[in-house]
């Protein structure tokens, strides 16, 4: 990845022979100290070893960011300098945007190539055919949003006005996966140990996302698909050997889907949905790689009155070949037994997910004092796994360059291995404060 970010970079020295003469650069960022603290009484223990920090996040940032443009193309860089007291004052060197875009065909194609942050769909922080690699990390420990979308190196061709519609295709030479809670901040639901694994690095590992999408009238119509892989490493290889590291890995996937939004009723409503083909398990019966399933969600938001604007949406996921897969999980849990492991250990260790997953979400953000001071709040509530996930935020802007933030994040569940009952012992708050110049 480093390396054709350094391409990119070399390339936008050189965007033209006039560039020199003709291009204009800004250079602007902020710099941002953040903290964030574990509110769980008594030591958490890490599923990697020892006990969770009490302190989460405790790091001094500089964002640099410069856009360049010269006459045959643009440039744009975004750079975070990270001084980390976590991870032991490392400090370290983050390209987060690092390409050059430029068009050709009369202004018909536009070409983005190098590492950036993509993203598309409709949701709020609900992601069905958006399969770009997302940062959870860093959105359960408080930093801001914009570090949930994780950066990776990429080829995106945009293909304007040739057709009915308009085309989007990204191109992911190697693999991008989430960041996820590894034991080093965040705790985690880890039902044997072993190592995780990501593809290979070559050629057919890669992924590929492609987005068709057009207006009729003030409403956006879309259809997607993807070939790559499950971003999360949710298929498992157990050991066979004396020894042996079992390995969370991630398994193939493809996804079609399409998303519609518009105005409607004073506000914005949206609706998306998806197939998710898990080809490496196209029976539903391998107990050790996610079945296939249907994902929807619908929402709509507005202003409610004057600087008050509140949302909701509604998600639901389908799993299919559910029947063999309750089969499957009992022949694997008899076989761990006949191995000599407990059976209620086994059956706690082979989670299966509710056929029917429901989430509703809600949005609700009030602001005060000449729009500089912002009361926010998003929660998560999965009726079907009883679990919660609370985030709430109050932000001030002390000045146009000058802003405090402080929030919590808070989660709930009746049982550990769910998606935010896994989180139960990650409660924190967190402040930041940032000058931006």
């Known amino acids: ?230 971003k999360g490493p949710q298929g498992f290889r157990p050991a066979t050997t004396q020894g042996e590291l079992s390995e969370f890995y991630h398994p193939e996937l493809n996804s079609l889907g399409a998303s519609a939004r518009g105005p409607l009723f004073g506000g914005v409503a949206w609706a998306e949905g998806g197939y998710y083909d898990s080809s490496d398990d196209s029976d539903g019966d391998d107990p050790f790689v996610p079945n296939s399933e249907y994902r929807a969600m619908v929402g709509f938001e507005r202003q409610w009155w004057s600087d008050f604007t509140g949302g909701m949406q509604f998600y639901w996921e389908g799993m299919q070949d559910h029947d063999a897969a309750v089969d499957a999980r009992a022949a694997a849990v008899d076989q761990f037994v006949a191995g000599g492991m407990d059976r209620a250990d086994a059956e706690y260790a082979l989670f299966l997910k509710e056929e029917n997953r429901t989430l509703l979400t809600l949005r609700l953000r009030q602001q005060f004092m000449y729009q500089t001071l912002t009361l926010g709040f998003f929660g998560f509530y999965s009726p079907s796994d009883e679990d919660s996930y609370l985030r709430a935020s109050v932000d001030y802007d002390y000045s146009d360059s000058l802003t405090l933030t402080v929030g919590t994040n808070w989660f709930t569940g009746e049982d550990q291995r769910t998606l935010f009952g896994m989180n139960d012992d990650n409660d924190n708050v967190y402040a930041r404060i940032r000058y931006g110049f």
């Open 1 to 230: 990845m480093k390396t054709i970010t350094i391409a990119v970079a070399t390339v936008a020295l050189f965007l033209g022979p006039a560039a020199p003469a003709h291009g204009q650069a800004e250079l602007y960022g902020f710099v941002e100290y953040a903290t964030g603290a574990n509110v769980v009484d008594g030591d958490v223990p890490s599923p990697a070893g020892g006990n969770l920090p009490d302190y989460i996040m405790r790091e001094l940032r500089l964002q640099l960011k410069s856009d360049l443009y010269g006459d045959v193309g643009e440039a744009h860089f975004r750079v975070d300098i990270l001084a980390d007291e976590v991870r032991q004052d490392e400090t370290e060197v983050i390209v987060r945007e690092g390409y050059v875009k430029f068009n050709a065909f009369d202004n018909n194609l536009e070409v983005r190539a190098g590492r950036q942050p993509t993203t598309w769909g409709t949701g709020d922080l609900l992601f069905i055919n958006d399969l770009f690699p997302k940062d959870y990390v860093s959105f359960f420990v408080g930093r801001d949003d914009e570090y949930l979308k994780s950066p990776s190196d990429v080829l995106r061709l945009k293909l304007f006005s040739v057709l009915p519609f308009n085309v989007d295709l990204v191109l992911t030479p190697q693999f991008a996966p989430d960041v996820l809670p590894v034991g080093e901040r965040l705790t985690f639901f880890a039902p044997a140990q072993g190592r995780f694994v990501t593809p290979d690095e070559e050629f057919g590992n890669g992924e590929a996302a492609v987005r068709l999408n057009r207006y009729v009238g003030s409403w956006n119509y879309a259809l997607y698909g993807y070939t790559g892989f499950w």
